[in-house]
């Protein structure tokens, strides 16, 4: 069973503090992407890797960055976290060796619901 | 800017009739669309796509219809069940150099009535 593993579930940290966000995927896929999800404006592309020491941004990449180490991990860090970065984050991976066929299928994490105070 | 998956954000059905989750895109050049399944707790979960060069497509009690020329995607679930109440996402496939990402609508609540 295809499997993303996200650290957290729950995170609660104060303005200021630096946070990290990891993600572990056991599919060997090559893409991993970081979403965030808020009421009523979906799912947010923040960065996203296609391999490994690659990145690239998303729509919302703004007071975040991304390390992509090895091709299982991929960690997001807020440097100074900001009341604005209260959300659900959500990782997910993808690969492109499906022949063509459900190349949006990307496997998500359940989510890392982080606090800012 | 370009949008995708500009949703009603709730949706209401009564238990065995069939859903249809509508979605509206802006990119003309978009080729590829998918929707998405969240259940509460969870992430979201692959449920069907559709290709541009098709306007029909067809899975296990769900059909996705896709129409060009008005730039309109909709998820049909027939004889709808408790078990389908989540939020669904239609999504676009994005062409990015040597890669490509996924860009998500915003939503549409469904919640079944018994």
């Known amino acids: 069973d295809v499997k993303v593993t996200q650290s957290s579930r729950y995170l609660v940290k104060r303005t200021g503090e630096k946070v990290f966000l990891e993600c572990v995927q056991d599919?060997?896929?090559?893409?991993m992407f970081w979403y965030r999800q808020d009421p009523g404006l979906g799912l947010r592309l923040i960065y996203f890797?296609?391999?490994?020491?690659?990145?690239e941004k998303g729509d919302i990449p703004e007071g975040y960055s991304v390390s992509r180490e090895k091709k299982e991990r991929f960690s997001l860090i807020l440097e100074s976290a900001s009341t604005n970065q209260t959300s659900m984050y959500l990782c997910?991976?993808?690969?492109?060796?499906?022949?063509?066929?459900?190349?949006?299928?990307?496997?998500f994490g359940e989510g890392s619901r982080l606090t800012v105070l | 800017g370009e949008s995708v998956g500009l949703h009603l954000p709730t949706l209401s059905v009564q238990e065995g009739d069939n859903s249809i989750i509508n979605c509206a895109y802006s990119?003309?050049?978009?080729?590829?669309f998918i929707w998405y399944k969240q259940e509460s707790g969870k992430g979201p979960q692959f449920i069907i796509d559709?290709?541009?060069?098709?306007d029909k497509r067809q899975g296990q009690r769900v059909t996705v219809l896709l129409n060009k020329t008005v730039k309109h995607l909709s998820l049909q679930i027939a004889a709808t069940q408790p078990g389908d109440s989540a939020v669904y996402f239609c999504?676009?496939?994005?062409?990015?150099?040597?890669?490509?990402?996924?860009?998500f609508g915003s939503g549409t609540r469904l919640s079944i009535r018994p």
């Open positions: 559709i290709r541009s060069n098709m």
């Open positions: 999504a676009e496939n994005r062409r990015y150099s040597s890669a490509s990402k996924i860009i």
């Open positions: 997910a991976s993808s690969t492109l060796r499906t022949s063509g066929k459900k190349i949006g299928e990307l496997f």
């Open positions: 890797s296609y391999d490994v020491k690659m990145k």
């Open positions: 599919m060997d896929h090559e893409n």
């Open positions: 990119n003309s050049a978009s080729d590829y």
